[in-house]
Structures are given as structure tokens and as C-alpha cells.
């Protein structure tokens, strides 16, 4: 895996695409290596000491053409408002590339890419990077209501299916309901060995998803969002809790992205 560094680089562009959701274009340094799906970056949003620490973000897209990466971000606090403030050619100050990426599937398997909330950057991000080698890729996506919905969920993904938990647009019901769904109208929970899910989202989705994954008897991938303190390995600040003698794993090197099956899900 290539060393993460420190680069300086300059906005884009930085839009709306859905109720409190943001995309940011980056320049992406020539001199840096190209992000993964599943590999994150921390940006310092102010010069300042409000915030102090640095913020993690996925990277939602990565151009090599024109040189650029993106995030897709949802405003939360001081770091993302700050961000929303962000004008082209304004500097960013970001640590990447960090974390492990989405382990690819083989051509024969067939990926079921599964994405709720602040999850969506990764997971289209792969959706993307698959799109051309599996067209059998199947997207879900999910946000509580249709104005959460980013709105270029285009044929570039493959067959999106959409929902939302108070069904005003697309599937009535949770993105894990609409998986279970999905699931049963194939034949995936019989003929298990040929697929994959890759999930990103709040933590009580990624556990809907390995339990599902686990009735069906295939392999989950889940990339978490643990708060961080240092992002770099350093101060147990994500921890993990895994199944296993080490019982802690730090989501910022041996993660974000772990097999379902090595995370302890009890509550
Ligand atoms: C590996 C990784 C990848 C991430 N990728 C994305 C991404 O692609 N897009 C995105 O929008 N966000 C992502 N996040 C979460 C993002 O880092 C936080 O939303 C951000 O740090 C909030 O900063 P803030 O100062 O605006 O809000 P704060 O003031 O720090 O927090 C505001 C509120 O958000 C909650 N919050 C903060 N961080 C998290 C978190 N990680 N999970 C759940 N709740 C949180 C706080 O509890 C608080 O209630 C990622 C986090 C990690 C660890
Ligand atoms: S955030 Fe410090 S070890 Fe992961």
C-alpha cells in the first residue's frame, strides 16, 4: 500500500445534490496515489483551532483524465459547514490516501453494493469503478426520504434500486429491507458462492447486512464510519471491536473496510 502524505490542492467545484448533501472536486496532486474505493482522506477545513482535528471523509469518485478526486459530504457540524463554504480554487488541505480498500470481486461474482446516508460516497465510488467488468453489479440506495436521494443516480451505476423510509420515492422501507427483498427474488440465497454485498452506512445497517449476508451464506465487505481522533493508527481513537484474541481493530489502518465476519455486532 502506498504511504499517505500531506498535499495542498484547490476546489473545483463544490455543489448540492441532495437535502444537506454535498459534492466536492478536488485537484487531485499528480504526484499522489490514485485513491481506491473504500480508501478515505482527512481534511483540515480551517485554519484555525475550531475545529482542531482533522475530518474523515470517503472518496466518492477519483478521475484520472482531468486529475481530480470527490467526497460526498452531509453537513453536520462546524467541519462540514465549513466545507459547504468552500469556493472554487479556495485551498484544501487533505492526509491521503488512508485505510484499506473494498477487496474486488472476481468476473464471476456478482456485486451487490449496498449504500444508506453518509455511506453513498464509497459505495458509488465502486459501483463506478465495477460498472464495466460486472454488468450483473446491483446498486441499492437508501436515505430517509426522497429529498435525501442524491439526483445523478444514472445508468453509470448499473440498476439502481432506490428507497426511502418513509417511501416517497422508490422502495417503501429500509435499504436492508429492500436487500432482503432483492435477495429473495433471485436465485443469490441458493447459488451463494456467486455473490458479494459491499456495504456502507450507520452501523444498524451494516448489522442487518452481515446478518443477511450470513442466512444467505455469502461474503459481506462493510466499511464503517467510526469517529477518529488521528486517522493514522496512532491513538485507538476508532476502535473496533472484533471477534478474536486482539478484540480491537483500528478502522483507520486495518480498516474502514472489514469482512463482515471479524467485527463482534453485539451490542
Ligand atoms: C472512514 C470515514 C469515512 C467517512 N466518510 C464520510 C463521507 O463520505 N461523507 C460524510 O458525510 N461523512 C463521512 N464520515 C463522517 C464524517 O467524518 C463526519 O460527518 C464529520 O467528521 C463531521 O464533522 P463536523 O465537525 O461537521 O461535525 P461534528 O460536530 O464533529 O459532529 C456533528 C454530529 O455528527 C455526529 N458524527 C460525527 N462524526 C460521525 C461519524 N463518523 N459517524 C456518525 N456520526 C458522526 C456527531 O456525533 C454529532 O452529533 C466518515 C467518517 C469516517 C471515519
Ligand atoms: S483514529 Fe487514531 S488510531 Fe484510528
Not at 487531485?28 to 477545513?45: E, V
Not at 477519483?62 to 453537513?75: F, P, T
Not at 453509470?156 to 418513509?166: L, M
Request: glycine share 10%; aromatic share 8%; hydrophobic share 40%.
Amino acid at each position: 500500500m502506498p504511504a499517505m502524505a500531506r498535499y495542498l490542492t484547490a476546489v473545483l467545484q463544490n455543489r448540492p445534490i441532495a437535502e444537506d448533501f454535498y459534492e466536492l472536486q478536488f485537484n487531485w496532486p499528480s504526484q499522489a496515489p490514485a485513491p481506491k474505493p473504500g480508501q478515505f482522506l482527512t481534511i483540515r477545513t480551517s485554519q484555525s483551532s475550531v475545529p482542531l482535528l482533522r475530518r474523515p471523509f470517503a472518496f466518492s469518485r477519483y478521475d484520472h483524465e482531468d486529475g481530480s478526486a470527490r467526497i460526498i459530504y452531509k453537513v453536520r457540524g462546524a467541519a462540514t459547514a465549513q466545507l459547504a463554504g468552500k469556493r472554487p480554487f479556495d485551498a484544501v488541505d487533505v492526509l491521503a490516501p488512508l485505510g484499506k480498500p473494498f477487496p474486488l470481486p472476481d468476473s464471476e461474482t456478482r456485486p451487490i453494493l449496498v449504500a444508506g446516508g453518509i455511506g453513498i460516497g464509497p459505495i458509488l465510488f465502486l459501483a463506478r469503478a465495477l460498472h464495466a467488468h460486472s454488468p450483473a453489479l446491483r446498486l441499492i440506495v437508501g436515505a430517509r426520504t426522497a429529498a435525501g436521494l442524491p439526483s445523478q443516480l444514472s445508468g453509470e451505476y448499473g440498476e439502481v434500486i432506490a428507497c426511502t423510509d418513509d417511501g416517497s420515492f422508490g422502495h417503501s422501507g429500509t435499504v436492508i429491507d429492500a436487500l432482503r427483498s432483492y435477495l429473495s427474488t433471485t436465485t443469490l440465497s441458493t447459488n451463494s458462492g456467486e455473490s458479494v454485498l459491499y456495504l456502507c452506512g450507520p452501523e444498524p445497517m451494516l448489522a442487518g447486512g452481515h446478518r443477511l449476508a450470513l442466512e444467505c451464506g455469502i461474503t459481506a465487505y462493510v466499511a464503517v464510519e467510526q469517529t477518529m481522533g488521528c486517522a493514522v493508527g496512532a491513538c485507538m481513537g476508532c476502535a473496533v471491536r472484533v471477534l478474536g484474541p486482539e478484540r480491537y481493530a483500528r478502522a483507520c489502518t486495518e480498516g474502514p473496510v472489514f469482512d463482515s465476519r471479524l467485527i463482534d455486532w453485539r451490542e
